[in-house]
């Protein structure tokens, strides 16, 4: 999608979604709304910029922890999430974060997982945005992606994203999101009860 056609599909996703906005419990589907619209106050960079870059491609890397293989440890900083191994090695995910105001740290532990999950703005979303549609199917322009591990019983999850462009920048209201390849694989690699380590920045 060139510039041009971007912002005019932006532009009629917003209006669509100011107008839903005025209809009692709203039932939005990904067809009706460029998600591109949400939750995106800063700059969003373009189309160019969606591939991955090499540091934020899916890698096994060194990774020196004295956590258990198997935890996930989430650098926020520099908008990596790790997945212990044995023997000092650690699969490596470029993630998008939450934008200032929004970012957190924690231990918490992964509650649910979810195969296409729909989306349903918690009120605080809500009220920051309320032309977002109150419930949203699972499907390929949901903004949750095709999986979503969902932590202890926060409103946080990690999840996929409908806008790869947004991996390693800081723009969510505090979820982390994969491109959706990444977010298959770590989906199929964890379990409920995983541990989730937030961190400002994860010391190798």
Not at 90 to 103: D, H, P
Not at 145 to 173: C, D, E, F, W
Request: aromatic share 8%; glycine share 10%; with cysteine.
């Amino acid at each position: 999608m060139n510039v041009r056609m971007a912002f005019l599909a932006r532009a009629a996703a917003a209006a669509i979604a100011a107008a839903a906005a005025f209809l009692p419990g709203v039932i939005a589907t990904a067809q009706q709304i460029d998600m591109n619209v949400v939750d995106q106050p800063g700059r969003v960079p373009t189309a160019d910029e969606e591939q991955l870059s090499g540091a934020f491609e899916r890698q096994e890397v060194f990774f020196r922890t004295s956590e258990a293989p198997g935890t996930v440890l989430i650098d926020t900083n520099n908008r990596f999430l790790y997945l212990v191994q044995p023997n000092n090695r650690a699969l490596r995910y470029g993630i998008g974060v939450g934008r200032e105001g929004f970012q957190w740290q924690g231990v918490e532990k992964i509650s649910r997982k979810q195969e296409w999950p729909d989306w349903r703005p918690p009120p605080e979303m809500i009220e920051r945005q309320p032309y977002l549609p109150r419930f949203m199917a699972g499907g390929p322009g949901n903004p949750l992606g095709p999986r979503a591990m969902y932590l202890g019983k926060t409103i946080y999850r990690i999840h996929g994203t409908n806008q790869p462009q947004t991996i390693g920048h800081a723009v969510s209201s505090g979820c982390f999101r994969l491109v959706d390849d990444d977010v298959i694989d770590l989906y199929g690699r964890v379990a409920v009860g995983t541990k989730v380590i937030i961190k400002q920045a994860v010391a190798l």
